[in-house]
């Protein structure tokens, strides 16, 4: 039987049609957009201006607290502007343009292929690596990873929790990186088990990529602690707690953090991006990014620069499909439709799907019927009508004793509703304002 | 029959026992509530709307029986009588306050805001606000999902489905901040009434550079200081490049909107602008004539066919206002 967690879940299709397609290196953009906030936490601070000579790898904005995360020039060029553009959340926030100009590096960075194996930095000496290198987490919610390596006092973690589930339907990206850079990104398990100091490292994928698991369970073979388990094709089933639950049976509890639990969980893009930095001493400066949809020419995944516009991606799959109603930024389930083309992609940008008109559009809201099929699919235990409900009253000391806080904004909810009733939009509004009422209450 | 008699003086007898019981309990545990909390409640107009800062009429009674003076204390839909009502009941002074009324800063209707993108969302403005910055190129204009229209208690806002913008029913509001509290985007603001209902206001709070607004909003604000150098009574400061009309030291003499370039300041209420002939004509006309604003001001204008005797009443309303400006700028001189 496969591991699963035990609670709601639903199976959309998976859509994974650019799964075979290998990672494709995207040429050089004309120009690029960097907005200085790519991270959950303060936006960090402009370090460049208007005329300077930049080279890959190069400081462009400094962060700015313990939860921030460095911004590093992905391309080399002349600063434009540090302006406010639009970028995915569909406000203006400052972000850099670079005119690009050629292609040269910072000499500090390995740009060599080789595997280095030898992990010769000391724990401390790694989190500060990941720190300087503004690694975050790459799923999509982009947490800075040094706050998740700096365990806090009077907790330990016995066990690193790796995160290559993708069950997201459509995107591909992790799926590739596990098949194309797996020995990378092992090493970067290791580095990251002697920076936790952790002996044992736990790979959950979800059973619809047999070629990863096979591949990593072969190559895991003779690494001792790192072990590999096929998961059940279930959503959310990379949600943290989830995964958690699934594949070590502990419970995070309401408001904790996984490391409550003696557990740490990371992206396998996250592993990656720390085998460069620590190696290769190579900031964060690309990603993979699926770019896919129904009536996309040519699903594939690209190996992206930082701050390059989606419309490129687009092009380079052979252009905006006629049909499509929606591009989202993300997955379907939980990401966002872009308003704009012109957007870059930062670091959270797991993937860009087009969905066409007759799929995109939300249905006509209708009176919730009470056939409580929310409450089944919650894979965190709660009651979605009830506190759309609630949040549309504004009843909000009801919403939050109603435990909105715990709501992973999965959107299962929302999908399974068969009156399409926006139940996500009204507990995400709750919970915003839940949030609000904590934060001004502890002042 | 004997058991008759019997059931009633046995129930009699406990029910005249638990009254005297529950007479004594209620006395023991009596609270002394101040009975003038009921007079005040009696006088207020039971809307329970909140715009004093209070929950609800009760609450705002209690807190007037209360306090030392009337001073702080106001209730906006009531008004000034209302208070006064109130002073007298309670023996206290209360303070006259000129009326307020909610004005929109955002002047974008469709047709000079043009949409770049559908949204299909939960049809709440707080929801689509936190997910973006709307579906034209302005993120900071009103985003028409009417959510302020469902706040009003007073039935004082209507969404006008030509240019998917809120309509502020004069005759109606009564100023009690419900919209403005509810407003993702600030849009809303309270001011005074002023003489005859007139007031002028600059009607957007984008704070972009003056270009990128442009780009999204024919008739944003685009910072110009053009207004403000127009003003002789420094009512009027540009901030973050939005210009904003202190209505304290506004004095309604009209000379900023017609030098605004994009028509952002509105005029609510005046009567008509004299077409001056040949030297005017050339320039640029500001668009949007801004009576459109005020569809209840402008019916009462136009249903009302203006005789001659009121377009001379109105010329000499207007006249000894021009004076009063002029005496106020050889003062400030």
């Known amino acids: 039987m496969l591991k699963t967690f035990p609670k709601g879940g639903v199976h959309p299709p998976e859509n994974k049609m650019a799964s075979g397609a290998a990672i494709e290196v995207l040429p050089l953009p004309k120009t690029v957009t960097i907005p200085i906030a790519q991270h959950i936490g303060a936006p960090s601070t402009p370090a460049v201006k208007r005329g300077d000579l930049v080279k890959v790898g190069q400081i462009l904005a400094q962060s700015s607290g313990f939860v921030s995360a460095n911004i590093h020039s992905s391309v080399s060029g002349k600063v434009t502007k540090v302006d406010d553009v639009v970028d995915s959340s569909g406000y203006k926030r400052k972000s850099v343009i670079i005119d690009v100009d050629g292609d040269e590096w910072m000499e500090s960075i390995d740009r060599s292929t080789d595997l280095i194996r030898n992990i010769s930095m000391t724990s401390s000496q790694i989190v500060q690596r990941v720190m300087e290198c503004g690694i975050v987490g790459m799923g999509g919610a982009t947490f800075p990873s040094h706050v998740k390596l700096s365990i806090p006092k009077g907790k330990t973690a016995d066990v690193l929790i790796l995160n290559g589930v993708e069950c997201e339907p459509y995107l591909t990206s992790d799926h590739r990186v596990m098949l194309e850079r797996a020995e990378e990104m092992l090493i970067g398990v290791q580095i990251l088990m002697k920076a936790l100091e952790v002996k044992k490292a736990l790979i959950g994928i979800e059973n619809n990529k047999p070629d990863a698991i096979e591949k990593l369970t072969k190559l895991t073979a003779d690494k001792p602690g790192i072990e590999v388990y096929a998961l059940k094709v279930q959503y959310p089933q990379g949600g943290e707690k989830q995964l958690i639950k699934a594949l070590i049976n502990r419970e995070v509890p309401s408001g904790g953090l996984p490391i409550d639990v003696g557990t740490v969980v990371h992206n396998v893009g996250t592993a990656l991006a720390v085998y460069e930095a620590v190696q290769k001493n190579k900031p964060l400066l690309e990603r993979v990014v699926t770019v896919t949809g129904r009536s996309v020419s040519k699903p594939a995944n690209y190996l992206v620069r930082l701050g390059t516009p989606v419309s490129q991606l687009i092009e380079a799959s052979g252009g905006l499909p006629e049909d499509t109603g929606k591009v989202i930024n993300g997955g379907p389930m939980m990401g966002k439709a872009l308003n704009n083309l012109d957007v870059a992609v930062t670091k959270g940008t797991s993937g860009i799907v087009m969905i066409p008109q007759d799929l995109s559009q939300r249905r006509e809201i209708k009176n919730c019927i009470r056939c409580a099929r929310c409450t089944v699919v919650c894979p965190m235990g709660l009651e979605p009508y009830l506190l759309m409900t609630l949040s549309e009253k504004a009843m909000w000391e009801n919403v939050e004793t109603n435990d909105v806080m715990d709501c992973i904004e999965c959107g299962s909810c929302s999908y399974t509703c068969p009156s399409d009733r926006p139940l996500l939009d009204y507990i995400r509004l709750g919970k915003g304002t839940v949030s609000k009422l904590i934060r001004s209450r502890k002042q | ?333």
């Open chain 2, 1 to 333: 029959m004997n058991t008759l008699v019997l059931t009633i003086i046995s129930l009699s007898a406990l029910g005249i026992l638990l009254a005297t019981i529950l007479y004594f309990v209620a006395q023991k545990f009596k609270v002394f509530e101040d009975p003038r909390i009921d007079e005040v409640d009696e006088v207020l107009p039971g809307a329970n709307c909140g715009g004093c800062g209070y929950p609800g009429c009760r609450g705002f009674a209690e807190a007037c029986v209360k306090a030392d003076d009337l001073g702080t204390l106001f209730c906006p839909v009531g008004g000034n009588d209302c208070m006064g009502d109130v002073a007298k009941v309670l023996g206290k002074e209360a303070v006259e306050k000129d009326p307020e009324i909610a004005v929109l800063q955002c002047s974008g209707t469709s047709s000079c805001r043009p949409r770049t993108n559908n949204y299909d969302g939960a049809p709440s403005c707080t929801i689509a606000s936190s997910l973006y910055g709307g579906d034209t190129g302005c993120q900071f204009g009103c985003l028409s999902l009417g959510e302020c229209v469902d706040v009003c208690n007073f039935d004082a806002l209507h969404m006008d489905p030509e240019t998917g913008l809120p309509v502020v029913d004069e005759e109606k509001c009564t100023g009690c901040n419900a919209c403005v509290e509810q407003c993702p985007r600030d849009l809303f603001e309270l001011r005074p009434k002023g003489k005859k209902s007139r007031r002028i206001y600059v009607a957007c709070k984008n704070s972009e550079k003056g270009a990128a607004k442009k780009i999204g909003c024919e008739v944003a604000c685009i910072g110009c200081q053009k207004c403000v150098k127009e003003c002789k009574f420094e009512a009027i400061t540009v901030t973050n490049f939005n210009a904003y009309i202190d209505a304290d030291k506004c004095k309604l003499c009209r000379k900023c909107a017609p030098v605004c370039p994009t028509a952002a300041i509105h005029e609510l209420n005046f009567p008509p602008r004299k077409v001056k002939p040949a030297t005017d004509a050339e320039k640029p006309a500001p668009k949007a004539p801004p009576a459109e604003k005020a569809p209840v001001a402008a019916e009462k204008v136009e249903t009302g066919k203006p005789t001659e005797k009121q377009a001379v009443t109105e010329k000499k309303a207007e006249a000894p206002k021009a004076e009063a400006v002029e005496k106020e700028e050889k003062k400030t001189e």
